[in-house]
């Protein structure tokens, strides 16, 4: 398009796309300019920390360099639904917008609202939904730092963007979007996703359960007594616990037989500790012998 137009990106999309239908906070600008820069949110990590930069600058500027809003992003997908239906062709032909929102891919790969039963379907720079919900489209998509869901029901009018300012933020956004299908009827359940079970997994379960074990285990090695032995054994098995709820759950198929995340890894977590323990117990004995005769 910069070719044909001899104009630079930016411009491009701010003349023939933003001004026309009312997105005039956008931009593809990049750098972005000091006055927006003020106004942009910062990317955080997982973690919460944030990205160095605040943001990164992608060469893909296309792909990777808008910068925009919440309700930028719903004027444009009601213009693509109004424009498939002939009704506002500000920026594309009704036959343009009917052609993006045709499947040109009957399957994705990699499920973004669908499943293996419903798989999504993709048109051309949207996923659509499947033939249970054929007047859906969207995207998902993510920078370092951040993320945004929009989805649009063209039959209706219905739908949302959310845009978050998180590496975490597609799992909030599910939450966001399951609570407005029930309220609004729609035929659509977003999946759960998985980023919140593996931070409570990564950050806090596991974590807990091995500090127990290693502490139960600590009062075994110190007392010698059965009912401490009992308790330490029952914390290692809640540390394997801890690692076989995901799968137990179904939300990640391969969890279970994962080197690391599933019931093997923790067994590997667990086995130094149970080798410190098992050696740090009669030299713990053999040392308060000592400190004994020396008392008496």
């Known amino acids: 398009?910069?070719?044909?137009?001899g104009l630079p990106f930016p411009e491009l999309m701010r003349e023939w796309v933003f001004e026309r239908i009312g997105m005039r906070p956008s931009t593809y600008e990049q750098p972005l300019p000091p006055e927006p820069a003020e106004l942009a949110a910062s990317g955080t990590y997982r973690t919460g920390?944030?990205?160095?930069?605040?943001?990164?600058?992608?060469p893909e500027m296309a792909a990777a360099g808008l910068w925009t809003t919440p309700t930028d992003l719903a004027r444009?997908?009601?213009?693509?639904?109004?424009?498939?239906?002939?009704?506002?062709?500000?920026?594309?032909?009704?036959?343009?917008?009917?052609?993006?929102?045709?499947?040109q891919f009957p399957r994705v790969g990699e499920p973004?609202?669908?499943?293996?039963?419903?798989?999504?379907?993709?048109?051309?720079?949207?996923?659509?939904?499947?033939?249970?919900?054929?007047?859906?489209?969207?995207?998902i998509g993510d920078d370092e730092g951040f993320t945004a869901i929009l989805v649009m029901f063209g039959d209706t009018g219905q739908?949302?963007?959310?845009?978050?300012n998180s590496a975490?933020?597609?799992a909030l956004a599910n939450i966001?979007?399951?609570?407005?299908?029930?309220?609004?009827?729609?035929?659509?359940?977003?999946p759960l996703y998985s980023g919140i079970v593996t931070e409570f997994y990564v950050f806090l379960a596991v974590p807990l359960a091995l500090s127990l074990a290693v502490l139960l285990g600590i009062l075994f090695a110190v007392s010698r007594a059965r009912h401490a032995w009992i308790a330490?054994?029952?914390?290692?098995?809640?540390?394997?616990?801890?690692h076989t709820v995901p799968a137990l759950l179904g939300l990640w198929s391969y969890w279970i037989l994962h080197p690391m995340r599933g019931p093997f890894g923790g067994a590997l977590l667990l086995m130094p500790v149970t080798l410190m323990l098992l050696v740090l117990a009669p030299l713990w004995t053999r040392w308060r012998k000592g400190a004994q005769r020396l008392a008496g």
């Open 49 to 58: 920390r944030e990205v160095p930069g605040r943001w990164h600058v992608y």
């Open 76 to 103: 444009l997908a009601i213009e693509v639904a109004l424009s498939a239906e002939g009704r506002a062709n500000h920026v594309l032909s009704q036959g343009m917008a009917r052609e993006m929102l045709s499947p």
């Open 168 to 170: 975490l933020g597609i």
């Open 232 to 242: 330490y054994v029952l914390a290692c098995l809640l540390t394997l616990f801890a």
């Open 1 to 5: 398009m910069t070719d044909v137009t």
């Open 112 to 139: 973004t609202w669908g499943d293996q039963q419903n798989p999504d379907r993709m048109g051309l720079g949207f996923f659509l939904g499947d033939a249970s919900c054929p007047a859906r489209f969207g995207h």
């Open 159 to 164: 739908g949302a963007v959310i845009m978050v």
């Open 176 to 190: 966001v979007l399951a609570s407005l299908a029930r309220e609004y009827g729609w035929n659509f359940t977003p």
